[in-house]
């Protein structure tokens, strides 16, 4: 072995040749399956060529030299006995010939069989990468859904539903789970997605090579989803900084925890992002739906994509007209607000605002209905429209048992909405209730087992105006958080009453996964929010259409236009059915939007969305009980 002086004047030996050609040969064999069957084509040449010359020399061959061709005749023959086991049954001439031949044959058989080896495992390899989801996606015009958690399934099942009239629509989903298994998971929970496609991809999106894999730049839209951990938000701002890196590029919508991160989110995504404030909007819309039961009915009919949505719509042919006309214009369409000329939303303006060149805010069943949309002829029939001044709301009783992170947020919308003199009793047995000033409400916190019959028993439950059941989430895992809500719901089923005959409080209950929501239907709870499943269908109502962002804004906000589901006799008056326009104007008079109505009688019927009717045809007629609600957006 030779030797070399090194910079530092010590002799390091010289690799042999022989070492330099294994390190080569090994080079080579690492380049995976090509460079394995280009050496057993170059040992296949070799063998053929190394015995077609023995038998040429030897004239072993039985027969003429020539007469298979010579030597290219030869070397066809030995690659036949090579390749073909069966060749040399056939062969004949003397015993040295049919020796050399099988000699041939067996050496042709450890290639073959190297070969199909080779090829098995190339196979092999290639399927198990395209499991690995590493391959690039070839689509446009797609969704892209960043991050895996129980909120895909209704995400997924919420766009597929909105692609509908989309042509070879397609949903990406980029995570760190095992391609195979998200499909699994979907194909499991999922088994109509109505000609969508869904394509997953394994990867972190914090890595611009894996983020790169699903076409991101070419997408509709980016869903950003939080992921589990300690630090959540962290991971959703690097994601955001990795697809705004480069400028340009579809608009993204993404959830944030933590209230305190949501400028930081903001100041990344820029104007591409829109930002969900996870906290904050799970708790208004408890606080909303605890103040009237079916509210979380509307809120869903709303947000999701079957049956009727919220849309933006031009008519020229209302420029000229005001606010309180236009609510009344459409047969089966319901105008909700404007939009001005600068990009302003605001719902529920008053009346005698003039449309003309806002656009319209418009609940409707399909946005392609809109263009014909006809006008309404229904009669308004002013004898049973309700003159009478509406009593001013009174002070409250609430009774909130549990606590979790989104309590704190929970008891500040409350005071937001409650009149002076308002208390709140705190019933919780996990966690550390941290009450925020307020301005109304007085707090009283007691600890206690929250599932356990004695300890409610303690409160005379029937006094209540609310009861808002909030799961233990921050302490036990979800399906133990969501086993102690149910808990206490059956025993505040027996305790309140009978919601039919108006002798209960409303009762409003958080569930972390949507599997229990039909148990907790069991217990007569007014409205269940599960918070999973309301993000996943305002992520995707966005991710469709950005500009929602200041609607969500405005309803959900306590300083604007909200929800409400009051007494229908007030509005009109009791007897026989009347026509939805008339209920549509005795609310215009008041200041107030009509929304839809809910029947009472249908209030535990989940086939029939609780009761609640969004967007009626104004010529629909309906009677009035008791009971019966008139849902209407208005201030307070």
Known sequence: MKTTNTKQGRARPEPSRGAKLRYWFDATMARGTSALVAWLAVVTLALIIVFTVIVQVTG?????????????????????????????????????????????????????????????????????ELRRGRSLVIERDHTVILGWSDSVFAIVRELSIANESRKRPAIVILAEQDKVDMEEQIREKLDDLRGT??????????????LALSNHSLARSIIVLSPGGD????????????????????????????????EAARLVGGDRTVIVDKRETIARLIVQTSRQSGAAAVYTELFDFDGDEIYFHSDASLSGSTFGEAVAAYESASVIGLVSPDGYVELNPAMDTVVGGSELVVVAEDDSVLASAARSTAAVDESRINTAP????????????GWNERAATVVRELDEYAQEGSTLEILTELGTPDVPTLANLSVTVTRGRT???????????????QIIVLCYSDELPVQRADART?????????????????????????????RNR??????????????????????SQLSENER?????????????????????????????????????????????????????????????????????????????????????????
Request: one cysteine or more; proline letters at 5%; a negative charge.
């Open 548 to 636: 929602l962002e200041a609607v969500f804004q405005d309803l959900l906000d306590a300083d604007g236009a909200e929800i409400y589901l009051r007494p229908a006799r007030d509005y009109v008056l009791e007897g026989e059915p009347v026509t939805y326009a008339t209920v549509v104007a005795s609310a215009a008079r008041r200041g107030e939007t009509a929304l839809g109505y809910r029947v009472s009688s249908e209030a535990d019927d989940a086939d029939a969305s609780f009761g609640v009717y969004v967007n009626p045809a104004k010529s629909a007629r309906f009677g009035v009980l008791p009971a019966d609600r008139v849902v209407v957006l208005a201030e307070d």
């Open 60 to 128: 072993m061959e039985p027969g003429s030299p020539n007469a298979k061709g010579g030597f290219f005749g030869q070397m066809l023959a030995t690659l036949f006995h090579a390749l073909d086991p069966g060749t040399v049954a056939g062969d004949s001439g003397s015993w040295r010939f049919i020796a050399t031949m099988l000699v041939l044959t067996v050496a042709g058989l450890f290639i073959v069989s190297a070969l199909i080896g080779v090829i098995a495992t190339g196979i092999d390899d290639k399927l198990a």
């Open 390 to 401: 509406v009593e001013p709301e009174a002070p409250s009783k609430v009774l909130m048992l």
């Open 231 to 262: 630090e959540p938000d962290s991971e959703v701002i690097k994601t955001l900084l990795a697809l705004t890196h480069d400028g340009d590029g579809p608009h993204i919508v993404a959830e944030i925890q933590d209230p305190q991160n949501l």
């Open 518 to 539: 039909a148990l907790a239907q069991v217990a007569h709870v007014d409205d269940v929010i599960v918070s999973d499943e309301i993000l996943s269908l305002i992520l």
């Open 451 to 465: 599932s356990d019959r004695a300890t409610l028993d303690r409160f005379d439950v029937r006094q209540y105006d």
């Open 197 to 210: 496609r869904v394509v997953c991809r394994t990867g972190s999106a914090l890595d611009l090579g894996d």
């Open 486 to 514: 149910l808990v206490t719901l059956l025993h505040l089923r027996e305790m309140v009453g009978d919601r039919a005959k108006g002798e209960r409080p409303s009762v409003v209950s958080e569930m972390l996964d949507d």
